[in-house]
C-alpha cells in the first residue's frame, strides 16, 4: 500500500476495493490540482499573493482536510487585502512567507506520516493474522503566525486538526499566541470571528500591527527677506529695460524681523507587534542665522534688526548695512563719500567726486565725466555713465547702466547695458548688451566668459576690439599698478633733484613707502597670475554671439586674433582646437 494511501485510510478509513482506492487516490491528485489552480483562474493580479505550485506541502494538507468537509474555500495567502501596506515593504516579506509556510506545512505531514507508522496494524504470534491498531491520530489545530522582518505585523494561518483533533477555538489561537509573545496591535474582532469562520484555515489574516516609530522633525528658519537676489534685468516687449526696477538695497527698519525659527520636535517611539518599543529620533535644531547689526528676540525665536538699514544673506548668515541716502546730487555739498555700507544717490554724481562703498550702490541719475565709483557689491546706474576717458567704474560683482561711453569699467561678475560708446571694458563674467539699442562701437571690450550683443562696430568701420577669455580683472588691477609704480618713479626723481630739507625728507620716506608697497603687491599679483594661468586654458574659453557685425572688428582668444572684412549676422565666434572659428 503506498504512503498516500495509507495517510488516507487514517484519516478517512480503508476501503475494501483496490479498485476504490485507486479511483479515490486518482481523484484526490485532481482535487489539489484544482485547489492550487483555483486562485491563479481569476487572473488575479494582487502583487501581494503568494503562488504555490500545486505538488506544494500546503495542496497536500488542503486535500485531506476537503476530503472530510465536502467543501472547503480554496487556500488564500495575501498579505496586503486591504492595500495599505507599501509595496516595497511587501515584495521583500513574500519570500520569507514562503519559506516560513513551507516549513510549517512540511512539519504537519513528517507528523502525520509519523503517526501513520504508529498506529499501523501489528501482528501477534499468538494470534494467527488478526491485526491490533493502534488509536487514531489526533492532531489539534495548529494556528501558525509569521511576522514581517520589523515585527510590525503578524499574520495568522491556521492549519486544520487531523483526526479526531481539537478544531480552532478562541482559547487555543489565544494560548497560542501568548506563547509567541504576540500581545500588542492584536484585532480582538479578527480573534473572535475566527472561531467561527467558515475561511478560518488555509487562509491568511492580518491579525495583529504594530506602531510605527515616526522621528521628529528638525528645526528650519523662515525667511521674511530673500537669501539671493536675482540680479537679471528683463527685457520687455518693446526691448527696453527698467533699470530703477533691480531693487538692490532691501530697506529694514529698527526692531523688524528679519527670519523666525521653527523649533525641532520631538520623535514618536513606535511599538512592535512582541510589545517591544522602537526608539525615534527627535528633530535637530538649527541656530538663527545672526550676523552684524541683528539681535535674537527674548524669546529667541526670532531675529530682529538691531538698526534700520539694508539686510542681506552673506551666505551664513543675515546682516544690516547702513544705507546712506542722499536726496539730490554728489557734488560739493556732500564731497567725496567713502562708506562702510550701501549708497542710494537720487541724484548724479557730478565731475570730479568720488564714491566708494562696501555695499551696493545705486545712482538714480548720471555718472559724470572724471568721476570715480567704486562699489564692493552690485553698482546701478539708472541714466547712464558718461566719462571723457579719466572716468573709472568698479564693481565687485555686477554692474548695470543705461549706458556707457568714453569710460573705463572693472566688473567681477557681469555687465549689462544697452550701449557701449568708446569703452574699456573689463568683466569676468557676462557682457550683455540685446535692450535698447544694443550696440557697442568702438574701445576694448573683454570678458572672461561671454559677449553677447545685437550690434558689434559701425558702417565707419571704427575699431572695436573684442576679447574673449582670460583674466580680465585681474590684468587690470596689473595695469592700475604698473601705471601707480610709473607714477611713483617719477615723483621719486623729482624729490631727488630737489634741495635738502625736512620737507623733503618726510616726502621722500612717504614716496618711498608707496612705491615698496606697490612693488609687493605687482608682485603678489604676478605670482597668482602663474598659478591661476596653469589651470586656466586662456586661448579656449569665452564666446561671442551677435546678430549683427560691422568690419573693423577685432575679435581675439588670447594671441590668436580674426579680423571682420566684411558684414556679417547671426554669428558665434568661439574658438577650436587652437583657431578662431566663425559659425
Not at 187 to 206: C, K, S, T, W
Not at 240 to 247: E, F, S
Request: a negative charge; aromatic letters at 6%.
Amino acid at each position: 500500500m503506498s504512503l498516500k494511501e495509507t495517510i488516507t485510510n487514517i484519516l478517512f478509513g480503508s476501503k475494501q476495493e483496490t479498485g476504490a482506492a485507486d479511483e479515490t487516490g486518482a481523484e484526490r491528485e485532481s482535487v489539489v490540482e484544482e485547489a492550487a489552480a483555483e486562485p491563479l483562474a481569476g487572473g488575479s493580479t494582487d502583487p501581494a499573493r503568494l503562488e504555490l505550485p500545486p505538488e506544494h506541502p500546503l495542496f497536500r494538507l488542503y486535500d485531506l482536510r476537503r476530503r472530510i468537509s465536502g467543501y472547503l474555500p480554496a487556500p488564500l495567502l495575501s498579505l496586503d487585502e486591504e492595500g495599505a501596506l507599501p509595496p516595497e515593504m511587501i515584495q521583500k516579506e513574500l519570500g520569507r512567507l514562503r519559506s516560513s509556510i513551507t516549513g510549517v506545512c512540511s512539519s504537519r505531514l513528517k507528523q502525520i506520516r509519523d503517526g501513520e507508522k504508529k498506529s499501523a496494524p501489528k501482528k501477534k504470534p499468538d494470534q494467527g493474522q488478526n491485526p491490533e491498531q493502534d488509536a487514531p491520530l489526533a492532531l489539534d489545530a495548529l494556528p501558525h503566525f509569521f511576522l514581517s522582518a520589523d515585527k510590525l505585523y503578524a499574520w495568522v494561518l491556521v492549519l486544520p486538526p487531523v483526526g479526531p483533533g481539537q478544531e480552532l477555538s478562541r482559547e487555543l489561537l489565544l494560548r497560542t499566541m501568548l506563547d509567541q509573545g504576540i500581545s500588542f496591535g492584536v484585532d480582538e474582532r479578527l480573534v473572535n470571528r475566527l472561531a467561527h469562520d467558515d475561511e478560518r484555515y488555509f487562509h491568511l489574516f492580518l491579525i495583529a500591527k504594530g506602531k510605527r516609530a515616526f522621528d521628529g522633525e528638525n528645526g528650519n528658519i523662515v525667511d521674511y527677506f530673500p537669501r539671493s537676489i536675482d540680479r537679471v534685468l528683463e527685457v520687455d516687449e518693446y526691448g527696453q529695460v527698467d533699470y530703477t526696477n533691480l531693487n538692490l538695497i532691501r530697506n529694514v527698519k529698527l526692531g523688524q524681523e528679519i527670519c523666525r525659527l521653527i523649533q525641532p520636535t520631538e520623535g514618536d517611539p513606535g511599538r512592535t507587534v512582541l510589545d517591544q518599543e522602537i526608539p525615534a529620533k527627535s528633530g535637530r535644531p538649527v541656530p538663527l542665522p545672526k550676523g552684524r547689526n541683528t539681535e535674537i528676540s527674548e524669546d529667541g525665536l526670532t531675529l530682529i534688526a538691531s538698526m534700520a538699514g539694508h539686510v542681506e544673506f552673506t551666505g551664513r548668515s543675515f546682516q544690516v548695512k547702513p544705507v546712506l541716502d542722499i536726496q539730490g546730487d554728489v557734488d560739493f555739498s556732500t564731497g567725496d563719500i567713502n562708506f562702510i555700507g550701501d549708497i542710494n544717490i537720487e541724484g548724479d554724481v557730478l565731475s570730479g567726486f568720488t564714491i566708494r562703498a562696501m555695499g551696493n550702490i545705486h545712482v538714480g541719475g548720471v555718472v559724470e565725466a572724471g568721476s570715480s565709483v567704486e562699489a564692493g557689491g552690485d553698482l546701478v546706474v539708472v541714466k547712464g555713465i558718461l566719462g571723457d576717458g579719466s572716468t573709472i567704474v568698479r564693481s565687485q560683482r555686477s554692474i548695470f547702466s543705461k549706458y556707457i561711453e568714453n569710460a573705463t569699467i572693472y566688473a567681477r561678475e557681469n555687465l549689462q547695458t544697452d550701449c557701449i560708446i568708446n569703452g574699456s571694458i573689463y568683466c569676468d563674467g557676462e557682457v550683455r548688451v540685446r535692450s535698447g539699442r544694443g550696440c557697442i562701437m568702438g574701445g576694448r571690450i573683454w570678458a572672461a566668459k561671454m559677449v553677447n550683443v545685437s550690434t558689434v562696430g559701425a558702417q565707419s568701420e571704427c575699431r572695436t576690439s573684442i576679447a574673449l577669455g582670460g583674466l580680465p580683472c585681474t590684468n587690470f588691477e596689473r595695469e592700475i599698478i604698473q601705471k601707480q609704480l610709473k607714477e611713483l618713479e617719477m615723483e621719486l626723481e623729482k624729490l631727488e633733484c630737489q634741495l635738502d630739507s625736512p620737507t623733503k625728507s618726510s616726502i621722500l620716506g612717504k614716496t618711498r613707502m608707496k612705491l615698496s608697497v606697490a612693488e609687493l603687491k605687482l608682485k603678489q599679483l604676478e605670482e597668482d597670475l602663474v598659478d591661476i594661468k596653469q589651470t586656466l586654458k586662456e586661448t579656449e574659453s569665452g564666446r561671442l554671439e551677435c546678430s549683427h557685425a560691422y568690419p573693423g572688428t577685432e575679435i581675439s582668444f588670447g594671441d590668436e586674433v580674426l579680423r571682420l572684412r566684411q558684414e556679417t549676422r547671426q554669428c558665434i565666434v568661439k574658438m577650436v582646437c587652437g583657431e578662431i572659428v566663425v559659425m
